[in-house]
Each structure stands twice: as structure tokens, then as C-alpha cells.
């Protein structure tokens, strides 16, 4: 059986740093954020296309991963990000993402207890438009009634909070 916990939330709060970190101390397997790599392919000016895109694209790679059957998957966000992009970029959600239903076992969310850096790929740095896309991502999650659970602090206390709610989630 393989246990599937995908970061969720924000820009520029660690997500991408944590998965590695994470899967190396699992012993699993990380899904790259496929939305990251296409807008450094592509630009951020994304529409439906794009976020349908970047959504087939997230499908794939989790479906390359799961195919070699890891212990642990560790998904660098998902679908479900995707989603809350369009919220926030076009306005409304993507028909297509609501109907998809294979998400993980367990959300990790990290806080917005670190500081925002430009990366060439993010787009809402502000206080206030991190704050509204941290409250989409949550509601994706909650809109579903999926588990999650928020991760807090900075490098090692990170992935300590990490491994708890895993603990604490009955994964481990």
C-alpha cells in the first residue's frame, strides 16, 4: 500500500524544500510541482489551458510514481493547487479538477511563517493576495472534507512538524 502525503498552500512557504527532505527521511518517492516547471517553460500568464495543462500534467507524474509502487509518496502539491490557482487567477473553478478524485492520503500545509522570495514563477507576494490564496488552498481541502494538518517553523523544526502530523495522522 503506498501512503501519498502532497504539500498544499501558499507560495513561498517551503513546500518544495520539505518534499525531498521529507521523502529522503520516509525513504520515498517526490512528484516534482509540475505547475512550477511549466511556467518556467511557459510563463505565468496562465489561463484555463494552461491550468488544464499543468493539471494533466500533475495526473501523469503522480501516475509515473505511483507505477513504481514507493513506500511513501511525497507529492510537491497536486490537482487540488491547481484549483485554487484558478480560482485566483481566473475566477471560477476548472469543472474538470472538481471531478477528479484520487487525492492524498494526508495534506501538508506549511504556514506562512517564512518569507515570501520571488522566484521568477510566483505571483502573489503581497501580505494580502498570499493571505486570500492560502484561504482558497485550505478551502479545496476542506470544500472536500480531506485530512490536513499545518506544518510549522524553520528547517529541521519544519520537517519535525512535518514527521508529527504524519504521527498523528496514524500514517507512519
Known amino acids: 500500500m ?3 502525503v502532497c504539500f498544499h498552500g501558499a507560495e ?7 518534499a525531498p527532505r521529507l521523502a529522503l527521511r520516509l525513504g520515498g518517492l517526490v512528484v516534482p510541482e509540475y505547475g512550477r516547471t511549466y511556467a518556467e517553460a511557459n510563463g505565468t500568464d496562465l489561463d484555463a489551458i494552461d491550468l ?4 494533466d500534467g500533475h495526473l501523469a507524474a503522480t501516475r509515473d ?4 509502487n514507493p513506500e511513501w509518496l511525497i507529492s510537491d502539491t497536486d490537482a487540488l493547487m491547481t484549483q485554487a490557482w484558478a480560482i485566483m487567477l481566473l475566477g471560477r473553478r476548472l469543472p474538470e479538477i472538481d471531478e477528479w478524485s484520487d487525492t492524498a492520503d494526508l495534506y ?5 511563517d517564512l518569507e515570501w522570495q520571488e522566484d521568477g514563477t510566483r505571483l502573489f507576494g503581497s501580505d494580502l493576495a498570499r493571505r486570500q490564496f492560502m484561504d482558497l488552498a485550505i478551502g479545496e481541502l476542506e470544500r ?6 499545518w506544518v510549522e517553523g524553520e528547517g529541521d523544526a519544519r520537517l519535525a512538524s512535518a514527521l508529527a502530523a504524519i504521527e498523528a495522522a496514524g500514517l507512519s
Open 12 to 18: 513561498s512557504t517551503g513546500k518544495s524544500t520539505l
Open 52 to 55: 488544464l495543462a499543468i493539471f
Open 108 to 112: 501538508l500545509v506549511p504556514a506562512m
Open 144 to 149: 472536500r472534507q480531506l485530512k490536513w494538518a
Open 65 to 68: 510514481a505511483m507505477a513504481q
Open 2 to 4: 503506498i501512503r501519498h
